[in-house]
């Protein structure tokens, strides 16, 4: 949340409009966030902070995984 909330705060300096997607840290989103004109600085820490919410989204998608491979496996699970 830390990271989304930079990203707001740089836009909200700039005077950025809100994203016309809902979301903008979804699909569309990435892709918005590249358009506003930002001084080069700030330009590079949003691309920074995006590229790091990538990140943690796949390590979340890599423990989601391994937690469901865990319960399936749990001899516990699969008797109840």
Same mark, same amino acid.
């Given at each position: 949340? +830390?990271?989304?909330?930079? /990203?707001? !705060?740089?836009?909200?300096? @700039?005077?950025?409009? +809100?994203?016309?997607?809902? @979301? ?21 820490? /949003? ?17 989601? +995984? ?5 319960? /399936? !496996? ?5 008797? !109840?």
């Amino acid at each position: 949340m +830390r990271l989304k909330n930079e /990203v707001h !705060s740089v836009l909200h300096t @700039y005077l950025i409009p +809100r994203c016309p997607a809902a @979301y903008p840290f979804g699909r569309k989103g990435p892709r918005w966030l590249a358009e506003p004109p930002l001084p080069m600085e700030e330009r590079l820490g /949003v691309e920074q902070r995006l590229r790091e919410l990538d990140r943690l989204g796949e390590d979340l998608k890599t423990i989601d +995984r391994l937690l469901g491979e865990a319960v /399936v !496996s749990n001899p516990a699970v699969q008797h !109840s």
